[in-house]
């Protein structure tokens, strides 16, 4: 029955997700988006990577070993945007915001390898594939996140008439 509310429950979560970030995106005055816009990276990386974890997770439902790893993934998204939270809410300013994702961005990646290399051989697969995922997305984060294109692409999803 879980699974089945999951069906609705995910594609609103992932919907308000998007929602939100268009909405602060929209609401930014020029100045502050030309500062902070490539800053929406982060949201959006998180909410691809859930979406990728939980759509593996429905493609194996049927292999629960599989499906339960891919269903664990969906919580490693979290772990970037608590960390960068918990670090700049609670911690001394660090040098550069660019850290504040970064050690976000470590912490998943080593979640995941450790899962990968100390859990279970049944299925544990699912672990690399997500590790590889996420690689991915820091190495493309790193690449563009603060580039012309990267504030292109958010400044035409700002204008689109959403929210």
């Given amino acids: ?29 020029h100045a502050n988006f030309a500062a902070e816009g490539h ?11 859930f979406t990728v ?3 593996l997770a429905m493609f194996h439902r049927r292999r ?19 960390t960068a939270r ?5 911690l001394p300013p660090l040098p550069a915001d660019f850290w504040y994702p970064v050690i976000g961005f470590a912490l998943s990646d080593l ?5 990968w290399v100390r ?18 997305f820091d190495l493309v ?3 563009v996140w603060q580039s012309p294109l990267w504030r292109a692409a958010v400044g035409w999803y700002r204008a689109l008439p959403l929210t």
């Fill in 1 to 29: 029955m879980l699974g089945r509310v999951s069906f609705v429950v995910v594609p609103l979560i992932v919907l308000v997700a998007l929602s939100v970030v268009h909405l602060r995106a929209a609401t930014m005055s």
């Fill in 39 to 49: 800053s929406f990276y982060l949201p959006l990386r998180s909410t691809v990577l």
């Fill in 53 to 55: 974890a939980y759509g």
């Fill in 64 to 82: 629960t070993p599989l499906h339960a790893r891919y269903m664990a993934c969906t919580a490693v998204a979290l772990i970037d945007p608590v």
């Fill in 86 to 90: 918990l670090i700049g809410f609670n």
């Fill in 111 to 115: 979640a995941l390898l450790a899962l």
């Fill in 119 to 136: 859990g279970a051989p049944n299925g544990r697969r699912a672990f690399a594939v997500m590790l590889a995922w996420y690689v991915a």
């Fill in 141 to 143: 984060g790193v690449a």
